[in-house]
């Protein structure tokens, strides 16, 4: 295999993370903090590995092959996070190799989850590295979901391929793609942050949760998160932008090119705001009759805490493990199902449960009417036939994943709800999980250090949707 491109490609992303380094240690400056002196020196020695692998291999003519694209994907989800790691462990912070590499691995996935405590001592600089690692990684998940996933098959993925050549008569190569998603990508995060700052944050707190907001990262400057305002403004502009990083970033570059009807007609979002909807009322009602709470009061919760759970945001406003055990239930599932495809949203997503329930109603079909001849169609068009297949493929890992995940975690001491919680969220990339100990009252850091990584584990498995490493580990891959 020829590794030049995607060293190459791995230099150029290293050098983008180099610069990422320096508005964290600006702040650094501004605020007094000495942790500006590791960022400087993270960003030397990043730049120098992303330098010497751009250097070594410029100049050449490149041809990614498949097998070349499902190692670009891996590497570089793996790269990345142990580069992003370094300003954690050589920070004022003095925190592990474990736990630098998990807080990092939870940033560029946007799972959320963290080791980190009293937030609202830390330094300014680690604060906002946060979230700038998951808002690197957002984009690059819609720019993965986009351009490299529809063509490797991935669970279902190239059910967007004839979306995507539809941009692609306008805008012909992946680069010119990728940047005409990026200027929109930044656009919401701007306008998410002067929607923050009008409602009371800070400068620097509105520019951290924007970033963590339309990446659906979920990592905020506080411990007690959006609990630590008490007005509902702030949880207005976190609903609004979480719904629209959940929705496709491809519907917004053809709303701008002047064509708003799939924004209104695409089947997927239309299912992603059902379901938001159904459960926002279902858990609102359930929070006015069984746990006496006044109306306005359990719209406000319900609403919030379903939109961050189900586009894996993660923000929490409350503790909801103590609201029973029905709207314990109701999260995990959520957070399992996720938002749409090519979002930067987490789960299983919308589109694979469209799939699964088509499937399903021609099966019924075919009892009916034995003879009978049905085609799966998906958003008015004919599925291509490879692709319920590749989808129950995908539940199928997903269960098996998921399984083993809790199985480990409950082998490295976890209690039941702790393990499958957690194997949940991580493979979901959600962040907050249930119970006492990693619940949106509490955090990771109680974790062993097996745990920590297992689920770090998990956290690149469900970013990369399953197969794209699993696929490296058959022998046939690594054959010519």
């Not at 590749?390 to 995940?405: D, E, I, K, N, P």
């Amino acid at each position: 295999m020829d590794f030049r491109p995607i060293l190459y490609i791995n230099g150029v992303l290293l050098s983008i993370l180099s610069l990422g380094m320096v508005m964290p240690m600006l702040a650094d400056l501004y605020f007094g903090s000495d942790d500006w002196k590791v960022f400087f020196v993270c960003i030397i020695i990043t730049a120098f590995f992303g330098g010497a692998l751009i250097l070594s291999n410029i100049g050449l003519q490149f041809n990614m092959t498949t097998r070349q694209a499902f190692m670009l994907t891996n590497l570089t989800w793996i790269i990345l996070p142990t580069f992003g790691a370094l300003p954690f462990w050589l920070s004022s912070l003095d925190m592990s190799i474990t736990d630098s590499f998990f807080e990092s691995m939870s940033g560029i996935t946007t799972t959320g989850s963290t080791v980190i405590t009293e937030l609202d001592k830390v330094p300014a600089g680690i604060l906002l590295w946060r979230a700038i690692l998951q808002w690197l990684g957002g984009i690059g998940i819609i720019i993965m979901a986009m351009s490299i996933l529809p063509f490797l098959k991935v669970g279902g993925m190239q059910i967007f391929k004839t979306e995507l050549s539809e941009d692609e008569k306008a805008l012909p190569r992946t680069a010119q793609l990728a940047s005409s998603i990026s200027v929109i990508y930044i656009s919401l995060t701007a306008i998410c942050a002067i929607c923050y700052i009008m409602v009371g944050f800070e400068i620097f707190d509105a520019i951290s949760h924007a970033m963590t907001t339309i990446a659906t990262g979920g990592f905020s400057t506080f411990d007690s998160s959006f609990s630590h305002y008490t007005n509902p403004g702030p949880e207005i502009v976190a609903i609004i932008f979480m719904v629209m990083g959940g929705i496709p970033f491809v519907l917004y570059l053809k709303a701008i090119r002047g064509n708003l009807r799939p924004m209104f007609k695409d089947s997927q979002v239309k299912w992603f705001i059902s379901l938001l909807s159904i459960a926002i009322i279902v858990t609102t009602s359930y929070l006015y009759t069984q746990q006496d709470m006044a109306l306005t009061e359990s719209l406000r919760r319900a609403s919030f805490n379903v939109v961050s759970i189900m586009t894996g945001t993660g923000y929490s406003n409350g503790d909801f493990n103590a609201w029973g055990g029905f709207a314990v239930s109701m999260f995990f599932f959520l957070m399992v199902v996720g938002g749409c495809a090519g979002s930067t949203s987490c789960g299983i997503k919308i589109f694979r449960f469209q799939v699964l329930y088509t499937v399903t109603k021609i099966q019924i079909a075919k009892l009916l009417h034995p003879n009978g001849v049905f085609i799966p169609r998906y958003n008015g068009r004919p599925m291509p036939k490879d692709v319920p297949s590749s989808v129950m493929g995908f539940f199928f890992v997903y269960a098996l994943g998921f399984s083993l995940l809790a199985m480990a975690l409950s082998y490295v001491g976890l209690d039941f709800i702790t393990a499958m919680s957690g194997a949940a969220t991580s493979i979901s990339n959600v962040g907050p999980g249930l119970g006492d100990i990693i619940g949106p009252a509490g955090n990771f850091q109680p974790l062993p250090d097996s745990a920590k990584w297992i689920l770090s584990a998990g956290m690149l498995l469900g970013r990369l949707e399953l197969f794209a490493i699993l696929v490296m580990l058959s022998p046939h891959f690594w054959k010519n």
